[in-house]
């Protein structure tokens, strides 16, 4: 029998559980009080209840897999706790998914093994599908919980997040991509939760623009005005607007987009689609001023000044009188060590909290990668200080961290060989970041998802304390309000939902369909929405590194797939030919599906006559069909169509010899 040790469940998770035990339950709990208990909880309800059943955990990243996959272990006396990520080989995986009882894994490489049949859902007896607020659109989660419903005897889901947003619309797609029954809701006021949770001292300070940097702003506002005023001139926004919102900016870029789309040859429209990616920067370099600090802005003015570049619109804002003004005076300040005032703030912060108490654990959580990094050499400046700055993954800018790397810092947070972490939103999610004593939000955060998450990190063992600092007059005052009200609205929603809700039925419990065909497909083409359909197609899929195409239906057929984009891309840099020689080598019938509904002259400025050049050599020169199709579901159609027609043939073929 499997048994709970190590934690005493609180009132609030033994009332959850007993609604869990029922049916499909989205829980929304809080940061640090206790998500993981839960499922663990109704694990060990599962396991016992079903036996030789298994139970899967699932979470977005490795180092978040690491750290559940070891609470469970210290939790229960199950000895056979599995964590599987991508990293491991498949056919490991296959091997240490037979063998254990509770597996953690992420779900890229699950779904590979799924689509492979390397592994079984049939056996699972529980799901748990950890920040499952990720569970819209085409995430992996939405995709899995769909097969696990269709082919487990048992099924059962336990869905955790902090917060699901707070859109009505996003909230029930989630519940309806994870077949939710119930939703088991708990603030921090609750009565069953307020004996266990610690008062969290909520702080807004207000900082002031200095006036040198309002010269700054004021070039920087003269470039938007002068951009405003040119796409009023096209007839592109009305005479009367004088600004634009980055929702508005990208509306009036869809806009654009289709009309081009629909044949439409005006200048005025490839001028309209430069000037609002110029707005678009030029709201950015404001931000950037506005919110974090002149290093970070000045970075950004040379990324737009790099003679090498080939975009337009840096081009043009290079040029722009007031747009040089304000890297000019912007690199004046940075001689003169002048600093934006959140700096300064935070030193005192860190300093007031340190004298406070001197073993002080301090998050400060900052958006942007190059901030985070300025504020670590300032902060490491002052005695008796050890930052560090936690980010995700190394991008192309040469910065960031394995999750190898994430994992021991965080270690070493907890063991205070650092004592301040300057996180970007890596550290928002779901990470057991150790108990901290102080949370700083270096800008709010529109997000009402981000804002629950980060001020999760304190106020767990003991009273903590959120200061989030304002700059007066700027974006930072309607990003605190945004997340204010959408907060407000999303417990509001929920409340609703609770009870009105219509969810999605089950689907009924059914064995494994049988497969009526097999594909060959690409292993780069693991993530493509065109897979996920074969499979519901009821394709056989078997993943491998192909030399020529995406996908072999026989020895003879092989088949590459190019949205639209990639089609014109792959011309532009000189691949597509080189593919389309290697699959006229072979495949006797190669085929190539062109994907998506937009203008394939339109998606990039090339030439209409190099586009029907490439066309007419892949259809003549080489002899391969082209054919069309308008999404990924259709694809999908269309080479099982193909399949079934090959089999048919043969089937004939072999009746005809007999």
């Not at 339950?25 to 809080?30: E, Q, S």
């Not at 509904?597 to 080489?622: M, P, W």
Request: charged share 30%; glycine share 4%; with cysteine.
């Amino acid at each position: 029998m499997y048994l709970i040790s190590n934690f005493e469940p609180r009132e609030y998770q033994n009332n959850i559980i007993e609604t869990c035990k029922k049916g499909n339950t989205l829980v929304i709990l809080p940061t640090g009080l206790g998500k993981t208990k839960i499922a663990i909880m109704l694990a060990i309800e599962r396991l016992n209840l079903i036996r030789n059943s298994k139970v899967l955990v699932l979470t977005p990243t490795k180092p978040l897999a690491e750290q559940i996959g070891k609470e469970i272990k210290e939790s229960t006396n199950i000895v056979h706790v599995e964590v599987l990520t991508g990293l491991i080989p498949p056919e490991k995986r296959k091997e240490l998914w037979k063998d254990s009882t509770i597996l953690v894994s992420t779900p890229q490489g699950l779904t590979n093994d799924i689509m492979n049949e390397k592994i079984t859902l049939e056996d699972i007896s529980l799901i748990v599908f950890d920040e499952a607020h990720r569970a819209t659109g085409d995430y992996d989660y939405v995709w899995v919980a769909e097969q696990y419903m269709k082919k487990a005897k048992m099924p059962r889901i336990l869905a955790l997040t902090a917060s699901p947003g707070s859109d009505n619309k996003k909230i029930k797609e989630i519940c309806d991509n994870l077949f939710i029954d119930e939703i088991e809701l708990r603030h921090r006021e609750d009565p069953d939760v307020k004996p266990y949770v610690q008062d969290m001292n909520i702080t807004w300070i207000k900082v002031a623009l200095p006036e040198e940097f309002k010269k700054i702003k004021e070039y920087i506002e003269l470039c938007y005005k002068s951009i405003i005023q040119k796409l009023k001139n096209l007839g592109l926004i009305g005479m009367n607007q004088e600004y634009i919102s980055k929702t508005q900016l990208l509306d009036i870029q869809r806009r654009i987009q289709g009309k081009l789309a629909q044949g439409e040859k005006e200048l005025r429209l490839w001028q309209g689609i430069s000037l609002a990616a110029q707005l678009m920067k030029v709201q950015h370099a404001l931000e950037l001023l506005e919110t974090q600090n002149l290093e970070s802005l000045k970075s950004y003015f040379e990324s737009m000044m790099d003679k090498s570049t080939k975009v337009k619109a840096n081009k043009n804002l290079a040029k722009d009188v007031n747009f040089k003004s304000a890297y000019i005076k912007t690199k004046s300040l940075l001689e003169q060590e002048i600093q934006h005032p959140k700096i300064n703030e935070i030193k005192k912060l860190v300093l007031s909290q340190l004298e406070e108490k001197k073993d002080s654990k301090i998050i400060i959580f900052n958006h942007y990668r190059n901030s985070a990094k300025l504020l670590e050499n300032e902060l490491n400046k002052i005695n008796g200080v050890s930052a560090k700055v936690f980010v995700g993954q190394t991008k192309k800018s040469g910065t960031g961290l394995s999750q190898k790397e994430q994992i021991q810092l965080l270690d070493d947070f907890s063991n205070l060989k650092y004592n301040i972490i300057i996180s970007t939103s890596i550290g928002e999610e779901g990470l057991d970041i150790p108990q901290v004593d102080l949370v700083i939000f270096y800008e709010p955060v529109a997000s009402a998802i981000r804002s629950i998450q980060r001020r999760g990190r304190t106020a767990r063992l003991e009273a903590g304390k959120v200061i989030i600092l304002i700059t007066t007059g700027t974006s930072d005052e309607a990003y605190h309000w945004s997340s204010f009200n959408k907060e407000k609205r999303m417990y509001k929603t929920l409340n609703e939902l609770k009870d009105k809700i219509k969810l999605k039925s089950q689907i009924p419990l059914t064995t494994f369909v049988k497969k009526e065909f097999v594909i060959v497909a690409d292993h780069r083409e693991k993530n493509s929405p065109v897979l996920k359909n074969l499979i519901e197609e009821k394709a056989e899929v078997q993943l491998k590194e192909l030399k020529a195409g995406d996908y072999i239906i026989s020895d003879k057929i092989g088949i590459e797939r190019k949205t639209v984009k990639d089609f014109v891309d792959s011309l532009v840099d000189q691949r597509l030919m080189g593919q389309m020689i290697k699959l006229r080598e072979s495949f006797e019938k190669p085929i190539l599906i062109i994907e998506g509904t937009e203008n394939i002259y339109e998606v990039r400025n090339v030439h209409k006559n190099a586009i029907q050049g490439a066309l007419s050599s892949i259809a003549v020169d080489f002899n391969i069909p082209i054919i069309y199709t308008k999404d990924a579901k259709e694809t999908a159609s269309l080479i099982k169509n193909i399949a079934l027609r090959k089999d048919k043939k043969e089937k004939e073929l072999q009746k005809k010899l007999k």
